[in-house]
């Protein structure tokens, strides 16, 4: 019965920031891969950042730079910082994780077994 709720989502400004929190139960017991995606509607989920369950982070290339991911073991909480925001950052924003290593598959929707019910995030040029 895992469970992810994701919040923090909402409407501003480019070059504006918000910080998205993902709120996990059921994972105390194993280590995990841990991600954040992204989608437009009619468009497939796209990989934002990701934490591994080796505690690698990666990111896709369009927010290196901007976009910081992390979190909180003891509150069993991921968080993704996004600064500098864009309209093509537009776009729901689901948490996802899997129990395991995800390794070069980090950005395949496909490869996560839980997902949170998302948070619309908007930004306005």
């Known amino acids: 019965q895992v469970r992810l709720v994701e919040s923090g989502g909402g409407s501003v400004q480019a070059g504006g920031s918000l910080r998205l929190s993902c709120a996990a139960s059921?994972?105390?017991?194993?280590?995990?891969?841990m991600g954040w995606f992204r989608q437009v509607a009619g468009k497939k989920r796209e990989g934002v950042a990701a934490?591994?369950?080796?505690?690698?982070?990666n990111y896709a290339d369009s927010v290196k730079g901007r976009f910081t991911v992390s979190q909180d073991n003891a509150k069993n909480t991921l968080y993704l910082q996004m600064n500098s925001l864009k309209p093509e950052d537009t776009g729901m924003y689901y948490c996802?994780?899997?129990?395991?290593?995800?390794?070069?598959?980090?950005?395949?929707?496909?490869?996560?077994?839980?997902w949170g019910q998302g948070t619309q995030v908007t930004v306005s040029s």
């Open positions: 996802a994780a899997d129990r395991g290593r995800c390794g070069t598959y980090w950005r395949s929707d496909a490869w996560y077994n839980d």
């Open positions: 059921g994972y105390g017991y194993s280590r995990t891969c």
């Open positions: 934490i591994d369950s080796d505690g690698s982070k």
